[in-house]
């Protein structure tokens, strides 16, 4: 299952440097069938999962404003995980617990705020509810982590 899971800047550092991601439970976020029935039928693949990673970089939002002191930018790693190895959760459509770590192996993308969305982002999560972090974010390759620390 691919599973999106938010992070900060500091969490890819660390994820780096121990070669997984955890230690489990982690929230992350999926195409799961509470997120199908939210989106209603007509959504392809594609923009489900495209829903998913913007559930996580929700997460990602979430996770600035609880550290001041962290940059700024909102992460996503997109890993593939076993089916086995995630639990739903009810509560919220998408919405998943990792039951084991995340070996740095099964990591398919990272996805990174560009440098110029620091502004919306930080009034964002600082909770300005007009900010809107407004950007995408940009797309890397797993090999790509050591140029975004």
Same mark, same amino acid.
């Given at each position: 299952?691919?599973? *999106? ?21 982690? #929230?992350?976020?999926?195409? #799961? ?16 999962? *495209? ?45 998943? #617990?990792? #039951? ?16 110029d ?16 972090p407004?950007?995408?974010l940009?797309? *890397?390759?797993?090999q ?6």
């Amino acid at each position: 299952m691919r599973v *999106y899971v938010p992070l900060t800047l500091p969490g890819l550092a660390a994820l780096h440097r121990s070669g997984e991601l955890g230690p489990a439970p982690l #929230t992350a976020f999926a195409v #799961t069938p509470a997120l199908r029935a939210w989106y209603g039928e007509g959504a392809d693949e594609e923009e489900l999962e *495209y829903g998913a990673l913007g559930e996580a970089a929700a997460g990602a939002l979430r996770l600035l404003a609880a550290d001041p002191a962290t940059p700024r930018r909102r992460v996503v790693v997109a890993a593939e995980v076993p089916d086995g190895a995630v639990d739903a959760d009810p509560r919220e459509p998408g919405a998943v #617990t990792l #039951t084991a770590p995340v070996p740095l192996a099964r990591l398919a993308s990272v996805h990174v705020d560009a440098a110029d969305a620091e502004p919306a982002v930080a009034a964002a999560a600082a909770g300005d509810r007009d900010a809107d972090p407004g950007h995408e974010l940009l797309w *890397y390759g797993v090999q790509e982590i050591p140029h975004l620390l």
